[in-house]
C-alpha cells in the first residue's frame, strides 16, 4: 500500500508506484550482482529472480521531446519502466539476457541528427561512468563555473572510457559548481570544483531593502561580514561591510542575501581534485585532494580542463595496477611521483594549513617530502 501514512497528496507520488513488479517482489532481497558485458548488469535475488539491467548516458538537460522518447522506449521494452541513477545515468530493466542485448543494441543506434549517439550503452565497473554534477549556469545563484558545459566537454574527451571498461578500476568523476558542493567533489576519484576568487560585491543602496543584516552577518563562516553604514550621493544606507583578508570566497553570504553577489569573470574558475573514493573494496574511504589550483572557465568546451583530465585518467590508465583506484596508485607511488607523471605543477596554494583531519593535505603528512 504505497500511498499508506501520507497525509497530503502535495508533492510527488510514492516512490513504491514505480518499481518494476520484479523489484517491488524482491524488495530487501537481492542477492547478488554481476556485470556480464558493459552497460549490462544481473541482479539476482535471494529467490532466484534475475532482472537484467541496460545502462546508457543521458544528456542531463532534456527536452520533453527527448524524455518521451525515452518513455516510448520504457514502453516498448520495459513494460513502461525505467529509472534514472544518481549520476543522471537511463537503467532499463528487461527479463532476459537476450532482450537486454537487444536493447543495448538498439539504444547504441539511436543518433541525434548531427549523427552522435542519443543513447550511448555503458558507465559500468572499471570505467568511468557520467559525471554527478551540481546545476551551474543555468539554475543555481552562486556558480564559478558551469556544470552542463563542463560535464558534456569532460564526457567528451573520456568517452571511450564510458563505454568499456578497460581502466584499472572505477573511475567516478564529479563536478561541483561552488565550494557550497552539492556534487561529490570531496569524495571522487577525479572532480571538477568551481572556484571564486574574489570577495562579494557589495550593493551597498539595495542591501537593506533585499536582505536580513543579521542573517548575511551570520552567513558567514569566517566572520567576515559585519553591519555598517555607507552613505552614498548624501544618502545613507544600513548596509554591510566585509574584511576581505578573512573571505574564503564560499558564497555563503550570497545565498542568504543576493545584495553580495560574487561572481567575477576573471575571479572565477575550475580547481581540480583527484583521489577520494567511498569504496571501502581494498583500502579505506578517502577524501579528494587539490591537484591543480585554478584553470580559467573557457566556455564553450573547456579545453585546459579537459586536457588536464585526460592526461591524468590517461597516465593512470597506463600506470596504476589493476583494481587500483587512481588516489590508491597516487599514494603507492607517492604524490610527488603523481605531480610528475602527471605533469602537474606543485605550487604553494597546494599547501594548506587546516588542522582537520578532513582537510589533512600535503604539509601535514611526514610522507610529503617537498
Ligand atoms: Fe549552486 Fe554551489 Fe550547488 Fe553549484 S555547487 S548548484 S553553485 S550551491
Ligand atoms: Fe564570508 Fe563566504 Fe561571504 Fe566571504 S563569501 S564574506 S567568507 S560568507
Not at 532466484?48 to 518513455?71: D, S
Not at 543513447?119 to 545563484?141: E, K, R, S, Y
Not at 572505477?170 to 571522487?188: D, E, F, K, T, Y
Request: proline share 6%; charged share 25%; aromatic share 10%.
Amino acid at each position: 500500500k504505497p500511498m499508506e501514512g501520507r497525509i497530503s497528496d502535495i508533492g510527488p507520488r510514492h516512490f513504491g508506484e514505480y518499481l518494476p513488479p520484479v523489484i517491488k517482489e524482491n524488495f530487501g532481497k537481492w542477492d547478488y550482482h554481476e556485470i556480464l558485458e558493459s552497460g549490462i548488469l544481473l541482479h539476482v535475488a535471494q529467490g532466484g529472480a534475475k532482472t537484467y539491467t541496460v545502462r546508457a548516458a543521458t544528456a542531463r538537460l532534456m527536452t520533453v521531446t527527448h524524455i518521451r522518447e525515452i518513455c516510448e522506449i520504457a514502453d516498448k521494452f520495459c513494460g513502461g519502466f525505467v529509472r534514472f541513477t544518481t549520476r543522471n545515468n537511463l537503467e532499463f530493466q528487461v527479463e532476459t539476457e537476450e532482450a537486454a542485448k537487444e536493447l543495448k543494441a538498439f539504444l547504441n543506434d539511436q543518433k541525434f541528427d548531427g549523427g552522435s549517439m542519443k543513447f550511448p550503452v555503458g558507465g559500468t565497473g572499471a570505467g568511468v561512468t557520467n559525471i554527478v554534477h551540481t546545476q551551474g549556469w543555468v539554475h543555481c545563484h552562486t556558480p564559478a563555473t558551469d556544470a552542463s558545459g563542463t560535464v558534456k566537454a569532460t564526457m567528451d574527451v573520456v568517452f571511450d572510457d564510458f563505454t568499456d571498461m578497460k581502466l584499472p578500476a572505477p573511475v567516478r568523476i564529479s563536478m561541483a559548481c561552488c565550494l557550497n558542493m552539492c556534487g561529490a567533489v570531496h569524495c571522487s576519484d577525479i572532480a571538477i570544483l568551481g572556484i571564486h576568487r574574489k570577495p562579494p560585491i557589495i550593493d551597498h543602496e539595495y542591501l537593506d531593502n533585499l536582505c536580513e543584516i543579521p542573517l548575511a552577518v551570520a552567513a558567514c563562516p569566517t566572520g567576515a561580514v559585519r553591519p555598517s553604514k555607507v552613505e552614498v550621493d548624501g544618502k545613507t544606507f544600513k548596509t554591510v561591510a566585509i574584511k576581505e583578508e578573512r573571505c574564503m570566497f564560499c558564497g555563503n553570504c550570497y545565498t542568504m542575501c543576493p545584495s553580495l553577489p560574487l561572481s567575477d569573470g576573471e575571479g572565477d574558475g575550475i580547481a581540480l581534485m583527484v583521489g577520494g573514493k567511498i569504496s571501502n573494496r581494498i583500502t579505506k574511504p578517502a577524501f579528494s585532494k587539490v591537484v591543480v589550483p585554478f584553470i580559467p572557465n573557457e566556455p564553450p568546451r573547456w579545453p585546459t580542463l579537459t586536457k588536464t583530465i585526460k592526461r591524468i585518467l590517461d597516465t593512470y590508465a597506463a600506470e596504476a595496477n589493476k583494481y587500483e583506484r587512481l588516489g590508491d596508485w597516487a599514494n603507492r607511488i607517492g604524490w610527488e611521483r603523481f605531480f610528475e607523471k602527471c605533469d602537474l605543477p606543485f605550487t604553494e596554494h597546494l599547501i594548506d594549513d587546516f588542522r582537520d583531519p578532513a582537510y589533512y593535505t600535503w604539509r601535514q603528512t611526514t610522507q610529503f617530502k617537498w
